[in-house]
């Protein structure tokens, strides 16, 4: 579905998109309860922000150590050439790799930075050789294995509307 113009974000969208994030499974009745809305006014909403992909969509958050991925590792990318055909085709084949949970083209000493989860490091020692370094363009690679996870949260900080600039709402 094609996003509609956007309108500006207002407090209530703001407080909707707090509410989502804490709980995506929350009813539509207890949403529109905590926002201050009737049910269908808040059903209304949601629905906009979905379709102007304010909101992207709704996952489960996995813990990963049920799943055979407790090794976390972030990995620097210097690639041979910086061409957009090459960053094209690396991306492409970054894509496929479900191994590989985030890719960054980054400024800085290097291109790209990923973030890969696996069951431990011998299963990174094949990751990095049998996908990381046949990479397309890949010079070399830097790895940093994760210690210790201090903080992990996939939620985005939700300003209040005050910290908004009118520009930055629409």
């Not at 970054?94 to 960054?104: A, F, L, M, N």
Request: proline share 5%.
């Amino acid at each position: 579905m094609k996003p509609s113009k956007p309108r500006a974000l207002d407090r209530i969208d703001l407080k909707i998109l707090s509410c989502l994030q804490e709980n995506a499974r929350i009813s539509y009745v207890d949403l529109a309860n905590q926002v201050g809305l009737s049910t269908t006014p808040c059903l209304e909403r949601v629905k906009r922000l979905e379709r102007n992909e304010v909101i992207k969509g709704y996952k489960a958050l996995l813990n990963p150590k049920y799943l055979r991925a407790n090794l976390l590792v972030f990995v620097e990318i210097s690639l041979e050439t910086q061409s957009s055909a090459v960053f094209d085709e690396f991306r492409r084949a970054v894509s496929k790799q479900p191994q590989i949970q985030e890719c960054h083209l980054v400024s800085g000493q290097f291109d790209y930075i990923l973030k890969c989860r696996i069951p431990e490091m011998s299963a990174y020692r094949q990751l990095l050789e049998d996908v990381v370094l046949t990479l397309p363009g890949v010079k070399e690679s830097k790895s940093y294995v994760v210690m210790e996870e201090v903080k992990e949260d996939a939620s985005i900080y939700v300003p209040d509307l005050s910290e908004f600039d009118e520009n930055q709402l629409t």
